[in-house]
């Protein structure tokens, strides 16, 4: 190994891919990273939905459960269950909504990063 390959493997995090003229990763260790990434994709759509109880609970006061439904539809693209009677509920629910679709973006790209990039490293295709 040269130093500048000893370099780049000391600044790598667990999420970092490999560079095109590195080896492809092992089964075993791409397993590792999928899991690593479906992990912060939960972790980043769990605190959408968090904000989105909050948010539902004390903005539209809707009690906890019925606060949760509405923030698990709306964050899963299904639209609001119940009416919004108020003016900064109704605000909070038209940004929540954009909120929850570049949540599901982000959450969708960083889970399939890893299979694309893999994809793409495996037939040397360079962007």
Known sequence: MTGKEIDRSKRKSRLALEHRHEPLLPQAAFVVRMVLHAAVAIGIVSAALVIGVFGYHFIAQLPWIDALVNASMILGGMGPVDALHTAGAKLFASFYALF???????????????????????????L
């Open 100 to 126: 929850a679709g570049i949540v599901f973006l982000l959450s969708v790209g960083i889970l399939f990063a890893p299979i694309v990039h893999r994809f793409l490293h495996r037939f040397h295709i360079k």
